[in-house]
């Protein structure tokens, strides 16, 4: 079968995470590089990729790469690629574009020439002057960095963090791709108690629920390049199918979502409805302060208030050092707390043991991790079934 190579775009310091569950999908032919993770397979991984990444913003199809200084340079290599092989005779291809220290600075003009230089390379396989663009959307984008440009086909349509389940968000929402990857750097299984005292319309609790029953995050939703043809529907229905099989319903799940707007909480049950969960995560209105738990290990996964505008700071301030005290009583477990908060480690009072810094949206912050105790490991009769337990594998 013919293999493609792919892009996984990332946020920047997801790369390694993305990386990570590319081999846990079983593709190991990987580049990683800022922003996102390259690799070959077959084109089942377009099905595969865009179900099960987590923490990935979009899956791309690459179709060059190449220096160019000139428009005549970007016009002659784009027009060489093998468009009309993906492009069918009445798709929409619209093109997008950045440019980011290149010689090529107007991104206008490269979206332009991009554009006239397929138009022309598919006029020559379909024998025609004029396209109706009516058809599946085959989105272009020219990315140019340090005069390397790359030309891709999103085939992802709406980004993964678009999962199907947030149909009502409270204020200042986490995105699904960070909270998962915050769950995974927190390195939680499904067996361990999981509380968010700052849940607001509930991500992180869905988020880890999703990843605790193994199923596949985007398993509810539709891409864009399912109305490819050279994608069909059976091979997107045989990938479904799949991650049906793969999913964990036995799994009990010790999950806990806490805020002190109730109003907030109507908003994250609504949400776990949506995802299926409701019966799996247990939400509770309630001050942090009040947080305590019979549960001798687990793990404390939140995003709390910043304090980003300047009539907020006192008051995160003292939730800090609350949160301190707090978790202080909880000694045998685990803490992880995204902040772009400066000062959270003096506030808190004491500093982390590893700390990593991410992006939420714009914002630089970091994700302050406090390791407790390891928890003696349970005895299990069965695993679950991975994609590595079976032969049929898109590497």
């Not at 580049?31 to 991984?45: D, L, M, R």
């Not at 992006?359 to 390891?374: F, I």
Request: net charge positive; aromatic share 10%; hydrophobic share 40%.
């Amino acid at each position: 079968m013919q293999r493609i190579e792919l892009i996984a775009a990332a946020t920047f310091g997801l790369e390694a995470l993305v990386a990570q569950e590319l081999r846990d999908l079983g593709y190991y032919d990987l580049v990683v590089e800022n922003g996102k993770v390259t690799f070959t397979a077959e084109p089942t991984a377009i099905c595969r990729t865009n179900l099960w990444l987590r923490t990935a913003d979009r899956v791309k199809l690459k179709m060059g790469e190449f220096k160019a200084t000139t428009f005549d340079q970007l016009f002659d290599h784009t027009q060489a690629l093998p468009w009309a092989d993906w492009i069918p005779e009445n798709a929409r291809f619209p093109v997008e574009g950045k440019s980011v220290k290149s010689e090529l600075f107007s991104v206008p003009d490269c979206q332009a020439i991009v554009k006239k230089a397929v138009v022309e390379s598919l006029k020559k396989r379909y024998h025609r002057d004029w396209f109706p663009e009516d058809g599946p959307l085959y989105k272009i984008e020219v990315a140019l960095l340090k005069d390397i440009a790359t030309i891709t086909i999103d085939t992802t349509g709406l980004g993964l963090h678009k999962r199907g389940y947030r149909t009502l968000i409270g204020p200042a929402p986490l995105k699904e791709t960070l909270a998962a990857a915050m769950i995974m750097l927190a390195r939680w299984d499904h067996d361990i108690a999981l509380i968010d005292p700052f849940c607001g319309s509930g991500t992180i609790p869905i988020e880890a629920a999703l990843m605790g029953l193994n199923i596949a995050p985007g398993l509810n939703r539709s891409f864009a390049s399912e109305q490819w043809p050279q994608v069909p529907r059976e091979l997107w229905e045989e990938v479904r199918q799949e991650a049906r099989e793969l999913a964990r319903f036995d799994h009990n799940l010790q999950i806990i979502g806490t805020d002190i707007d109730a109003e907030v909480l109507k908003i994250a049950r609504r949400n776990a409805e949506a995802a299926g969960l409701t019966e799996l995560i247990h939400f509770q209105a309630g001050p942090m302060h009040k947080l305590s738990s019979r549960r001798k290990y687990g793990k404390i996964i939140c995003n709390p208030p910043y304090g980003e505008r300047l009539g907020e700071r006192d008051n995160v301030a003292e939730l800090y050092r609350d949160m301190g005290r707090v978790f202080g009583k909880l000694d045998t477990w685990s803490f992880y707390v995204l902040t772009s908060n400066p000062d959270f480690e003096q506030l808190f009072g004491r500093p982390s043991t590893k700390r990593r810094k991410l992006y939420n949206g714009n914002m630089k912050v970091n994700l302050y991790q406090y390791y407790g105790p390891r928890p003696p490991k349970p005895k299990r009769n069965s695993r679950a079934k991975t994609f590595n337990d079976t032969n049929e594998r898109g590497t």
